[in-house]
Nanobody, 127 residues
């Protein structure tokens, strides 16, 4: 599975960005797709995840009600709509995928070590 992110950038606090992750390859290996982020000097953390079959959504508490994850099955593309951005949201954002849907429900406490497939990341800077 290959994952390619886009959509990062620099915005002022309170602004919005939409991240996109295009997946290609074995769709069966991306039953759970999610977004992670890592700020300088900090551990990678799970942000949001979705089961690509069934559509269950999971969020880290810090982004719930501000971020929305979605997946377009026809395009095999994952999105993260980020609203009301805060400076503490500044980080490199990564798209990840795994076969196990169980991992989706663990996103809020996951560092992503269990996820097999990763994109290269897209930078989000909020000032």
């Amino acid at each position: 599975v290959q994952l390619v992110e886009s959509g990062g950038g620099s915005v002022q606090a309170g602004g919005s960005l939409k991240l996109t992750c295009v997946a290609s390859g074995d769709e069966g290996s991306s039953a759970c797709m999610g977004w992670f982020r890592q700020a300088p000097g900090k551990e990678r953390e799970g942000v949001a995840a979705t089961r690509t079959v069934g559509g269950s959504l999971y969020y880290h508490a810090s982004v719930k009600d501000r971020f929305t994850i979605s997946h377009d099955n026809a395009k095999n593309t994952l999105y993260l709509q980020m609203n009301s951005l805060k400076p503490e949201d500044t980080a490199m954002y990564y798209c990840a995928a795994e076969t196990s849907t169980f991992l989706c429900a663990q996103i809020a406490t996951s560092t992503g070590a269990e996820f097999k497939y990763w994109g290269r990341g897209t930078q989000v800077t909020v000032s």
